[in-house]
Each structure stands twice: as C-alpha cells, then as structure tokens.
C-alpha cells in the first residue's frame, strides 16, 4: 500500500530553469513531510521539511508547498543548477508514529545545460 | 562534519552465511533506523531504536533478521541465513526525536549481494 506516491520517474530541466517535482499522500494523519536527494552510491541526503502548520517553506533555492486539502507537496528548484541531477525522494510521518517515514519511490531530475 | 558511518561498503556473500552491517550514528542522535533500499520495494524501514530501544522491528523479517544497539556508537543489523533475496542497499539513519519534527540523516549504505 503506496501511501507516498511520486508519478513522474523522471524530470528533464534546462540549467536555470525551474525544477518542480511532486508528491501525493493518502494518508490523512501524516502532518511532517520532507525532501531527500539522493546520488548514485551514497544515502540520501535531507533537503527540506515542512509541518502540517505550514503551506510553505523555504531555503535558498529550495522551496516546498504543501496543500493539505489537496494531499499534495511540491518542491521547486530556483535556479536549476547542473549539481542538482540527482533523485529527489518525498517523505512523510505522522505524529503517532514519528520515525515511521513513507518513502515515496523517486524522482530522477536530470539539470541541462 | 558529523555524519552517519557504516561498515562495510560492499559486502558479497553466499546463500546461507552469517551478515553483521554495522552503524555509527552522528554523536549526539537518540535515534538509529536500519532502512532497505531495492528496486522492487524502494526505501523501507526495518526498524529503529531511541535511546538504545528497539521502537519498532515490523518492517524486518523476524527469522532471519535482527537489529541491536549494544551502546549509543553502535548499531548493528545481522542476517543469519542470507538469502539471495537480501540483496539490496541498507541504510543506516539518525536524528533526534524531538516529537514529529527532526530529520532523519542517512549513512552512505551497505550494498549486500547474496549469491
């Protein structure tokens, strides 16, 4: 049961250029949500977080937007850069279960020149 | 630059041998989690422990697995017998588990082949 769920495999985006990657959740209860990179042969790195409190977050060039009704959060890369190619991984938690992250399966960004 | 330490990087095995994956978390952390990354499955959790206790193994198969923290340096993940379906990366991971909002931090990962 794919409660995390990331549709596009794959993100093409010219250096520059915005990045926007997506994450859809169905579970109700999750209220943290955040964002890893992840390159080949190493772990994933931790990006971003946002609560439940919040709709937006942001740091640097990255920024994370969180719809609640929707069950949907966003992360935009401004400006894209080379160094960001790379699979973003969305995750979630809920309160009750801190620790408990949902991973979703990825999304593999790949920044042209 | 603190960071989540494992051993070993690599590890190639036969059917049947005895697997120790070892973690170092970042000093200071009171959270460790063991997570599996395959193809199939993606990133799953197996299991974690705060403040050296074992929180929750649901994620890990019982017979075979078994997850300890004999201090607040070290975490082990073993595997006794390996199967060829272990094969994977295993992920060690800490934080600090201040209620929901911490981060966990990600060591580099064990690639386990089981042959």
């Known amino acids: 049961d794919q409660q995390v769920k990331q549709n596009s495999p794959s993100l093409s985006v010219q250096e520059g250029r915005i990045s926007i990657l997506n994450c859809d959740y169905t579970n109700s209860m999750f209220d943290y949500f955040l ?79 | 630059d603190a960071r989540v330490t494992q051993t070993p990087r690599d590890k190639v095995t036969e059917m049947g041998q005895e697997v120790t994956m070892r973690c170092q978390p970042i000093l200071g952390h009171n959270t460790v989690f063991w997570y599996r990354q395959t193809m199939k499955q993606g990133l799953e959790l197996l299991a974690y422990f705060r403040n050296r206790a074992p929180l929750d193994d649901s994620g890990m198969p019982k017979d075979r697995f078994s997850a300890e923290m004999p201090d607040a340096t070290l975490a082990t993940l073993k595997i006794q017998p390996s199967e060829p379906r272990d094969s994977a990366v295993y992920f060690c991971a800490s934080g600090m588990g201040q209620g929901t909002f911490g981060a966990q931090y990600f060591g580099p990962g064990t690639r386990l082949l089981v042959l």
């Open chain 1, 35 to 113: 964002w890893y990179k992840k390159y080949p042969a190493e772990g994933p790195t931790f990006l971003i977080s946002i609560s439940s409190i919040k709709d937006k977050n942001e740091d640097g060039r990255f920024t994370v937007f969180l719809n609640k009704s929707a069950k949907h959060l966003s992360l935009h890369i401004v400006p894209s850069q080379p160094g960001d190619s790379a699979v973003y991984f969305c995750a979630a938690s809920a309160t009750d279960s801190w620790g408990k992250l949902q991973f979703g399966a990825g999304t593999q960004v790949v920044v042209t020149p």
